[in-house]
T-cell receptor, first 113, second 114 residues
Framework: SQQGEEDPQALSIQEGENATMNCSYKTSINNLQWYRQNSGRGLVHLILIRSNEREKHSGRLRVTLDTSKKSSSLLITASRAADTASYFC?????????????FGKGTKLTVNP | NAGVTQTPKFQVLKTGQSMTLQCAQDMNHEYMSWYRQDPGMGLRLIHYSVGAGITDQGEVPNGYNVSRSTTEDFPLRLLSAAPSQTSVYFCASSSWPSGRGEQFFGPGTRLTVL
């Protein structure tokens, strides 16, 4: 039951450029989270945005949420080679009477030095 | 704090064998989950627990068992391994019910079933 779908599936940019990843979902959500996964490692939480919020910032990260379009975007400014990773959105919503967190398939970001 | 730890890091099984993937956390989190990650599929929830003695099924529970006798530990048992269970398994914990807050992930166990 995939909820979030990231776009693009893969993104390659030069160091110093900005990277934008998008996430679309289908049903009402309580919050949306973004995670990063370096190759061969576990996921690391980046940021959580609640359904009543429109924008959040954390360092070089900016997340927006448009509940009317059921979409979110993650912007990484002034990218670095160390930002190379896969990025996943995860949506929290009530399913079958309980709250569940459902992950998308991810965007693979490559930042070239 | 060690956070969330998982053992083993790698495992190769033959079809029909059983094994237990270990997961432990030292953050006193009530909520723990097991996910599997397959290429092009994202993470899918296998089982989760909202506290010691309480577990429930996720999206893909068939072929797996869990128990939660302590707050710290949440082992995942494969009763009779099948090639379809070849995957990377992640354990996660949180101080919030699933989805309400940040989840902390372990480093994963890469399982191959021949």
């Amino acid at each position: 039951s995939q909820q979030g779908e990231e776009d693009p599936q893969a993104l390659s940019i030069q160091e110093g450029e900005n990277a934008t990843m998008n996430c679309s979902y289908k049903t009402s959500i309580n919050n949306l989270q973004w995670y990063r996964q370096n190759s061969g490692r576990g996921l690391v939480h980046l940021i959580l945005i609640r359904s009543n919020e429109r924008e959040k910032h954390s360092g070089r990260l900016r997340v927006t949420l448009d509940t009317s379009k059921k979409s979110s975007s993650l912007l990484i400014t002034a990218s670095r080679a160390a930002d190379t990773a896969s990025y996943f959105c995860a949506t929290s919503s009530y399913q079958g009477g309980s709250e569940k967190l459902v992950f998308g398939k991810g965007t693979k970001l490559t930042v070239n030095p | 704090n060690a956070g969330v730890t998982q053992t083993p890091k790698f495992q190769v099984l033959k079809t029909g064998q059983s094994m237990t993937l270990q997961c432990a956390q030292d953050m006193n989190h009530e909520y723990m989950s097991w996910y599997r990650q397959d290429p092009g599929m994202g993470l899918r929830l296998i089982h989760y627990s909202v506290g010691a003695g309480i577990t429930d099924q996720g999206e893909v529970p068939n072929g797996y068992n869990v128990s939660r006798s302590t707050t710290e530990d949440f082992p995942l048992r494969l009763l009779s391994a099948a090639p379809s269970q070849t995957s990377v398994y992640f354990c996660a914990s949180s101080s919030w019910p699933s989805g309400r807050g940040e989840q902390f992930f372990g480093p994963g166990t890469r399982l191959t079933v021949l």
